[in-house]
């Protein structure tokens, strides 16, 4: 956490300046390139001090819920996560701030934001002056939290770019104006509290190295579990977002000479293709090439995968202390269920849910999520976030303990079952099911009823 503090965030922040300083639009197609082939550099440090991070970031919380088994009992293992609750994090502080957001709207505001889409909102709300001034806080928190995407991949814009799922979100709280998530934030911080004391208690009279080292591995689990989401939202997202830019300026140049037809073309390419056709230019046309990628993305984006590719290595999974953090984060196969209306997972998050299943595989299909249903998702990002305040529970595909869903999920005090692998093909859009994220197991109450 020091480290992050003081060498690794001033470095990620000169990284962003560089960006942020940076006239795209103004420069020449040379300089352009330029900034281009500096901004591959930068990337590929950014990404370096990403996983300097989070390989520690991982093992901490893995180790300390090792220490916590160690100390109290294997089946009290995933209570170790109850004493890392409630610290608050860049990606909580983005749903807080809109929850703010939110109550400084009048009546009339929200009467006009919950009447309207969200595509079209702001330009009603601009035919007041009290739309007007409502727009202009609102630009204010896109300015600070707004550059994030759907996930991690550079082809999907900004909230900058498209505030669409900024409004719908913003819908959400103004629907449920009696919802207080920084008294469900106090709660967690008290429940932290009782159970770091309770553990303290249960040490009494334990030898002191290892009531020393229990607190060595508490403190470095508790940063780590803040460290996790916020590099993510100057590294994963604010850098991401910057390189995106740099990405659909290239792309303009190109379309204007016609050598794509679209700017958005530019992620059919490799940056080395993009500036060798700077060179070309007027000649360049990499129209053919762009719709071949297309087409050949298409036709594996329709294939099914297989669970591995070549076969299962013999015996079981490497148990080295990061092979079972690595496997806490993106989670490992899990037990196949003896009963035919239970899915099994992997705890990420406790308590219990019962409610209708929304299945939602993008961020756009978020708008059919409402409060009090239950999100079933291949995976969330930190730009999801803001419907975990909305949601009565979680079910992922992918991921583990520590994967994002499960620590996010454990900040908002709602459960989540994690790493599925089938949730999304088995459950169906609508339907009754219940979650039990201690257990990781998902029951389906209401049954596909087979077609006749």
Known sequence: ???WRSEMLPEVQEHLAFWQGANLSSVSLEELAAIARETRRRL??????HFELMV???LAGSLFQDTYADLFGEERAFDAYTLLQGFGNKTTEINSALWHLARTATEDIRTTIL?????????????????RHFLEAFDTYLQAYGR????????YPSWLEDPTPVWRMLREHLAEPDADPEAEMARLVEQRDAAVAEARARLEGYPTP??????????????????SEDHGFYIDFEGGHHVRQVLLELGRRLEATGALASADDIMMLTLDEALEALNDLPEADLRALVEERRAEMA?????????????MPPGPPPQDPVGRAIGRFFGTPPEESAEPDVL????????????????VRTLAEAQNLHRGEILVAPMTAPSWTPLFGTVAGVVTDTGGVLSHSAVVAREYGIPAVVGTQRATTLIRDGQLIEIDGRSGTVRLVERETPPV
Request: proline share 5%; aromatic share 4%.
């Open 1 to 3: 956490a020091e480290r």
């Open 44 to 49: 590929i440090r950014l990404w370096e001090i």
């Open 56 to 58: 520690p970031t991982l």
């Open 115 to 131: 009447e309207h889409d969200p595509e079209v909102v702001a330009g009603v709300l601009r035919g007041s002056e009290a739309g």
């Open 148 to 155: 994030r995407s759907e996930t991690w991949e550079l082809r």
């Open 210 to 227: 290892v009531i020393e080292h229990f607190e060595a591995m508490l403190r470095a689990a508790q940063d780590a579990v803040v460290l």
């Open 299 to 311: 036709h594996f984006g329709a294939l099914e995968e297989p669970e591995l590719v070549g076969s």
């Open 344 to 359: 099994k997972g992997h705890a990420g998050s406790p308590g219990t849910a019962r409610g209708v299943a929304r299945v």
